[in-house]
């Protein structure tokens, strides 16, 4: 079984500085990991994903997220918050042979001017 | 190269009326999964279909719901006498392979439809 637990319901970020969203994960085996956003009223777009690879993983957008296996970790961040990132994002586990994946509760994220 | 398409983006029931909703997977995406997602909470998983075969119907209820993904045509979530706690939006992916065939386990989310029951 696998769960995703977001450390943090909502982020306020200045536009500019530094965004950082927390992720923790369970799993039995190999996970895969996403990250993807949801802006208002829109689909789900793919940040970046983790398959047992490089663990610094680098996405869309200049986001980055690095896997930490012994802290069962894949905080989500970007250097330099813009104004277009505010949104939710959903960190996603999956087993590496599952297709079923498991959605943390997300994050709302809103960047002040 | 179009996208997951879902339609309608919106949907409007009364109570004990029925919903169906449709979605266009990604061309040459021949699995389709369906994700709920309550207010407040996270996308739950619900059921995993190919052309013609449902795989797993482990997070549908019981009740009510159910989804058809035919030969030709979109794949179609149908929910029979809506109640008020059905009112979510739905979410549709799809992908080229799984991971249980050892392929890419990506999946590629449509807009969603947000069913609001009266």
């Known amino acids: 079984a696998q769960s995703v637990t977001q450390l943090d319901s909502h982020v306020s970020v200045s536009e500019g500085t530094p965004v950082l969203l927390r992720c923790n994960y369970s799993s039995s085996y190999s996970p895969s990991l996403f990250w993807y956003v949801q802006h208002p009223n829109k689909g789900l777009q793919l940040l970046l994903k983790y398959t047992s690879a490089a663990t610094l993983v680098k996405g869309i957008n200049g986001f980055e997220a690095e896997f930490k296996k012994s802290e069962t970790s894949f905080h989500l961040t970007k250097p330099s918050a813009h104004m277009s990132d505010a949104a939710e994002y959903f960190c996603?586990?999956?087993?590496?042979?599952?297709?079923?994946?498991?959605f943390g509760a997300g994050t709302t994220v809103t960047v002040r001017a | 190269n179009a996208g997951v398409m879902q339609n309608p983006r919106h949907l409007v029931r009364r109570r004990g009326q029925e919903a169906r909703l449709r979605c266009s997977p990604m061309?040459?995406?021949?699995?389709v999964y369906w994700y709920r997602q309550l207010p407040e909470e996270g996308l739950k998983f619900m059921v995993y279909l190919q052309k013609e075969n449902i795989i797993d119907e482990s997070g549908m209820p019981k009740e009510r719901f159910s989804a058809e993904f035919p030969k030709e045509g979109p794949s179609i979530l149908r929910i029979q006498q809506v109640v008020r706690g059905d009112s979510a939006a739905y979410f549709c992916?799809?992908?080229?392979?799984?991971?249980?065939?050892?392929?890419?386990?990506?999946?590629?989310f449509g807009p969603g439809t947000r069913l609001l029951v009266l």
């Open positions: 996603v586990v999956s087993d590496t042979r599952d297709y079923k994946l498991s």
């Open positions: 992916a799809s992908s080229p392979t799984t991971p249980t065939s050892g392929g890419e386990e990506t999946q590629y």
């Open positions: 061309k040459g995406h021949s699995h």
